[in-house]
């Protein structure tokens, strides 16, 4: 569902400041998996992930959503994707009723259609509380199932999600994050970033660990952990990521 081959991004190319933020990135998430990108700050993973979301275009390689390039058709690959982050922003004087509904038909889904969806999504995320009031008003967690709401209104059978519990206290963090087991479990292919370790364990299927805009390694989490000799998956991935800085030393 998602089939990204030799991604590449420079920021301020062919200047002193040059910058190779993605270097040669190939990976492929499928139907009902949850795909983890595991890294630091400043690894790749927030620009890696709008490649995918055609919100960044790659300096070179290319990414596939469904079978639709996200380079050559942006367009009809955005309407196979959701996308969320944890800079997603709302228009803060409509409600969530109101966004909510304003992007599904925005996707051309039929209003009877989007009214079934919305009010599904909402009794799922807990929201019918909060619906009817501005977004200016609402917590940031409120906010961000407006967001989760506003990303699957169009029932998409991809999802990318960059860091989507950042900012958020750790009984909405815990929603947030069944809820993406649930979205795999119903044959969406997700692809999650992350820097927090226990949410990887917790709900990816695989991970791929990334540092300096390269993939370290790549696999299921138990597999890692026995290919690196470590007792667990933090010792783990501080040792893939202190061996790589290590040899670019």
């Not at 590449?8 to 998996?33: I, Q």
């Not at 009817?132 to 609402?138: A, F, I, S």
């Not at 967690?141 to 989760?148: F, N, P, R």
């Not at 990334?210 to 890692?224: E, F, K, M, S």
Request: include cysteine; proline fraction near 4%; aromatic fraction near 8%.
């Amino acid at each position: 569902m998602i089939d990204c081959r030799a991604l590449k991004k420079v920021y301020l190319s062919g200047t002193p400041r040059e910058v190779v933020a993605v270097h040669d990135l190939s990976f492929a998430v499928k139907r009902g998996e949850v795909f983890g990108l595991l890294g630091p700050n400043g690894a790749g993973k927030t620009s890696t992930l709008r490649m995918v979301a055609t919100i960044l275009k790659p300096t070179d390689g290319e990414c596939f959503i469904d079978g639709v390039s996200s380079t050559a058709d942006p367009e009809s690959a955005r309407r196979k994707m959701g996308y969320l982050s944890g800079e997603t922003r709302l228009y803060e004087r409509l409600t969530p009723r109101e966004i909510v509904t304003y992007f599904g038909r925005f996707f051309d889904v039929p209003v009877e259609v989007v009214d079934q969806r919305r009010e599904k999504l909402f009794g799922l995320f807990g929201m019918e509380a909060f619906a009817d009031r501005p977004c200016g008003e609402l917590s940031t967690g409120m906010k961000q199932m407006v967001s989760l709401a506003r990303a699957l209104i169009h029932d998409p059978p991809v999802l990318v999600l960059d860091e989507p519990t950042r900012g958020l206290d750790v009984f909405v963090a815990r929603r947030v994050l069944e809820s993406i087991r649930r979205f795999a479990e119903e044959g969406r292919a997700v692809l999650f970033s992350t820097h927090i370790m226990a949410e990887v364990e917790k709900v990816c299927s695989r991970v791929a660990i990334i540092h300096r805009g390269r993939i370290l390694t790549d696999g299921a989490v138990a597999d890692i952990i026995t290919k690196s000799g470590r007792a667990n998956f933090e010792d783990a991935f501080f040792a893939l990521v202190e061996a790589h800085d290590a040899q670019m030393a």
